[in-house]
């Protein structure tokens, strides 16, 4: 089983800066890929920004050049560094890791998410 811990939502003004947190731990052998989602009131959940093991990013296009996801391997965290934020960019953030855990004898892959933290861009 593994945890994730979010941190860091908040309310912030239209052009404001926010970071967020996400820590695992548990039963990791090694994280493949952390993701940054979030979903707004009303709307389904979508994917704002991925990272896998080899460091290639990616991110939802309303994002780009604005928001940047980065990863602490030895403290098996991710961050999610928002600036220039808009009030569409109001909305519950979940992270999400996959990773590999030894379990009953073998490697096996799990996909785990966090609680969600809340970000809401308003003047």
């Known amino acids: 089983q593994v945890q994730l811990v979010e941190s860091g939502g908040g309310l912030v003004q239209p052009g404001g800066s926010l970071r967020l947190s996400c820590a695992a731990s548990g039963n990791i052998f090694r994280i493949n890929a952390w993701g940054w989602y979030r979903q707004p009131p009303g709307k389904e959940r979508e994917l704002v920004a991925r990272i896998n093991s080899g460091g290639s990013t990616n991110y939802v296009d309303s994002v780009k050049d604005r928001f940047t996801i980065s990863e602490d391997n030895a403290k098996n965290t991710v961050y999610l560094e928002m600036n220039s934020l808009k009030p569409e960019d109001t909305a519950v953030y979940y992270c999400?890791?996959?990773?590999?855990?030894?379990?009953?004898?073998?490697?096996?892959?799990?996909?785990?998410w966090g609680q969600g933290t809340q970000v809401t861009v308003s003047s």
């Open positions: 999400n890791v996959e990773v590999s855990s030894f379990v009953r004898g073998s490697f096996r892959s799990f996909s785990y």
